[in-house]
């Protein structure tokens, strides 16, 4: 498939917040993908179900990966927490459609909902969804409790993911927060091991200042 750069998509005039936190409500309504359209593009379309459709199945190449991702992706925290009462049913069929959509970035974390997303995650990805997506989740970030980085705890962390997400690999593993207590070298070092052991294929950092990500460059590349 044809990758294509974002730079083309530029006279949509996307907003990258409203998909992360308006994804999973615009896909609720039965007239979704035109209520999506014309929310988010500014000046008018004739052929907005068309131009949606297309607009999903392009695919751009994600940071240093050979990861070919939508150019719209699913967080999926507010399913799990924050917005009111989770659904699982409606959450599931939610990311079910997405998927089927061409929308293939799903985001998770362990801290969102305590797990229970990485959970819905597992339940959604039966019957084949899962080879259908590219997934994201995370790990340090404890709530209330701080956060942790410790190679122990990165391997520990990981085990428990994959295990609520019913998959044996992670697409691409995020540190959730940096832990200052612990320098980042270890903590990624410690994911280069899960790496090596085909529990996780990339790595990231969320919210790291630019000499943290330079650090954790040099120990392995961030994608």
């Known amino acids: 498939m044809r990758r294509t750069k974002l730079t ?103 801290a969102y909902g305590n797990g229970h997303n990485e959970e819905l995650l597992g339940k959604a990805f039966k019957e084949g969804y899962r080879e259908k997506a590219v997934l994201i989740s995370k790990f340090g970030n404890l709530g209330e409790r701080g956060v942790l980085g410790t190679p122990k705890y990165v391997m520990e962390a990981c085990e428990k993911s994959l295990a609520r997400l019913q998959t044996d690999v992670i697409d691409l593993y995020f540190v959730h927060r940096i832990d200052p207590n612990v320098p980042i070298e270890d903590t990624i070092g410690a994911m280069v091991v899960l790496k090596e052991q085909g529990k996780i294929r990339y790595i990231g950092l969320s919210e790291a200042a630019m000499g943290t990500l330079r650090r954790a460059h040099a120990i392995h590349p961030i994608t």
Request: aromatic residues 6%; contains cysteine; negative net charge.
């Open 8 to 110: 083309e998509f530029k006279a949509l005039e996307m907003d990258a917040t409203f998909f992360q936190t308006n994804w999973a409500q615009s896909l609720k309504s039965a007239h979704w993908q035109k209520d999506l359209l014309t929310t988010v593009i500014i000046g008018s379309v004739t052929d907005t179900s068309s131009l949606v459709g297309n607009f999903l199945l392009k695919k751009i190449e994600l940071g240093h990966s050979d990861l070919e991702v939508g150019v719209v992706g699913l967080g999926c925290m507010g399913m799990s927490t924050a917005y009111g009462s989770p659904n699982d049913k409606e959450s599931i069929a939610t990311i079910q459609e997405a998927l089927d959509n061409g929308c293939n970035l799903i985001d998770s974390s362990d």
